[in-house]
């Protein structure tokens, strides 16, 4: 998944049906970014200006906090992601995003997008099944975080994402699903 007409069937695979011509009109203002293992593609108090798609490779989003990095969201292939509050207000991001491995992604620039948004009814409704994807991944999160143990969190992860199980630092893993790395030693053992 290389080429911008690729990413822009995928935006629409996880989105809705675009016409020939809105097709053309997204794949026009794509930006292409590789990125270095460790490379941060958004520092902490920068604004963050593109909604991007993992071509190759994978990034994760994490914040600091009381001297610790806490992983808040992988993406891989295929994966979209954003800082959203900083994306949708153009405010500085409390988030950092950062490639785990040498990384590709295509990315929507915020003006430009915003622009297409106001003149193409398509586009208007992309944006809308974007944002509501957005929003039931995070309450989907929240009610894992709350509802479910550590062996549950665990296993939703590798069942639904396997990738991020096989490639992503067990750190970063155990942040993500908010427990110590020795809590996740446990899971994997079958301990937990």
Do not use: W
């Amino acid at each position: 998944m290389d080429s911008k007409e690729q990413i822009i069937r995928e935006f629409e695979v996880q989105t809705v049906p675009l016409s020939p011509e809105t097709h053309r009109q997204l794949a026009d203002i794509l930006v292409r970014f590789e990125l270095e293992k460790g490379e941060i593609f958004l520092r902490e108090g920068e604004i963050c200006k593109y909604y991007s798609i993992v071509a190759q490779g994978m990034i994760r989003l994490f914040y600091n906090k009381g001297g610790r990095d806490l992983t808040e969201h992988f993406s891989y292939e295929k994966g979209m992601f954003v800082s959203l509050e900083s994306y949708f207000r153009q405010i500085p991001s409390y988030l950092i995003i950062e490639a785990l491995e040498p990384t590709i992604i295509y990315s929507l620039p915020h003006d430009k997008f915003q622009s297409l948004i106001r003149v193409n009814r398509e586009v208007e409704h992309m944006y809308c099944k974007m944002l509501e994807n957005s929003l039931i991944e995070s309450q989907q999160k929240a009610d894992a975080c709350r509802f479910e143990t550590a062996r549950e969190r665990y296993h939703r992860l590798a069942t639904e994402h396997p990738e991020v199980v096989k490639r992503a630092p067990l750190i970063h893993i155990a942040s993500r699903l908010g427990m110590t790395p020795e809590t996740l030693s446990r899971v994997r053992a079958g301990l937990l």
